[in-house]
Structure formats: C-alpha cells, structure tokens
C-alpha cells in the first residue's frame, strides 16, 4: 500500500514568488493536513482538510492556502513568498470521519517537500 | 490553547540503557496525546498515542508512555536502546481550542545513542 506521497520533494524559489505543493493522501484516506517545520519554530499546523472542506486551520497569514480535491488530494500554496518560509512542508493523511484530529485517529506522513526561499 | 514542551533539547543515553524523553503538556479540554519519531531526510512515523481508556499505552519498536493527567505528562519510555533508536522525537497534542480542533507538536528532542 502506497504511503502519503509528496512532490515536488526539494524546490528553490525567489522571493515574492509564489510555490505549489501537492500531496496525495494514502488510498482510501480522506483527511488530509498541512504542517511547516522549521528549525526556529518547529513544526507548526497549517491547515486539515477533510471531503474538500477546510476543516482546522493554524495560526498562519493569509498567504498560505491550500485546497482538496474530490480524490483527496491536496495542494498548498504560498504566495509572496519570503525569506522565513523556508521550511520542510510536511502533508499527512488519515482516515478521518470529521477531521483526524478531532476523533485522534492516526495520521501518516509524507516525506516532505523542502521549500528554500532565496 | 494548547502547548507542548519537551524538557532537553538533546538526550544522550548508552546502547542498553533506558531511554526517557519528557513530555509536558497544556490544555484546557481533555486531549489526545501523540509520540512521533523522524529520522534524518523523513517525515514523522507515529510511535504511539493516548486518547482514552488506559493510560500506559504502548507502541512500535518498544517504547511506551504512560498519560499522568495529574501532572500534565506524557513521557516517553523505553527500557533498553538500541542504535536505530537515534531519532528526533516529537510529542504532540491534539485538542479544540478557539480555531477549531488544533494539533501542536513540542519542540522535539534529538535522542543519540553512545556504543
């Protein structure tokens, strides 16, 4: 069975630009959720996703967004990119009836896609 | 909301010995309670997690943790290390504040395991 998988998995951007990720969520999961990780501050929460709904979101700008697709998948995306957004985005799914985090049902991570903003 | 601290940043322990990385956390509501381990160029892999009934709750490769609601604790145990253990290890705790059902992850704690 096929894991989460992330893509692209390393990418360099200029600032003010704007950066797309995508995560396909394992077969059968349709919660999908966002995290940065940063050596500054750690891994933080974007976003969870759940049947093309937002369903939690962290305590990010405007400028991160992202969005589920009708098979699950999901992108996110950052827009006017700056210096500090450089980070490891970490996707992970699970099975989640109304979002994972809510009913602790196990999520799955991605190996990451490393943003690096210059 | 919630948070999460993890005492030491980096634990050094002997192959063989006991491994204990704590964990600390602060919600209002009851939560859910999580250990992940990443390895070096990877993602997070679940360890293990509380959300009810018994609170010694065991998981992969050996390593348990027991929930103390009393002390806001959700340490990490494990009786004998072994090499493949040298990790950063994440706690995380999941509960609804303010935005909604949010997922705070601690700062991690790098365990190194000496031959």
């Known amino acids: 069975k096929a894991g989460v998988t992330q893509t692209p998995r390393y990418l360099i951007k200029t600032r003010g630009q704007q950066v797309t990720l995508s995560c396909s969520p394992i077969s059968g999961h349709r919660s999908v959720s966002w995290y940065q990780q940063t050596p500054g501050q750690g891994l933080q929460f974007l976003f969870e996703y759940f049947s093309e709904t937002q369903r939690n979101k962290g305590n990010f700008p405007g400028r991160f967004s992202g969005r589920q697709f009708s098979n699950s998948r999901s992108e996110m995306n950052v827009s006017t990119l700056e210096l500090g957004d450089s980070a490891l985005y970490l996707c992970a799914s699970s099975l989640g009836t109304g979002g994972s985090m809510s009913s602790g049902n196990t999520i799955y991570f991605g190996e990451g896609s490393w943003l690096t903003v210059v | 909301a919630q948070s999460v601290t993890q005492l030491g940043s980096h634990v050094s322990v002997s192959e063989g010995a006991l491994v204990l990385l704590r964990c600390n956390y602060s919600?209002?509501?009851?939560?859910?309670l999580f250990w992940y381990v990443q390895y070096p160029n990877q993602g997070l892999q679940l360890l293990l997690k509380y959300t009810t009934g018994a609170t010694l709750v065991k998981g992969i490769n050996g390593f348990e943790a027991e929930f103390k609601k009393s002390e806001t604790s959700f340490h990490l145990t494990k009786p004998s290390a072994h090499m493949s253990d040298a990790a950063e290890y994440f706690c995380?705790?999941?509960?609804?504040?303010?935005?909604?059902?949010?997922?705070?992850f601690g700062p991690g704690t790098r365990l190194s395991v000496l031959p």
């Open positions: 995380a705790v999941s509960a609804r504040d303010n935005y909604g059902q949010n997922f705070v």
């Open positions: 919600s209002s509501v009851p939560p859910y």
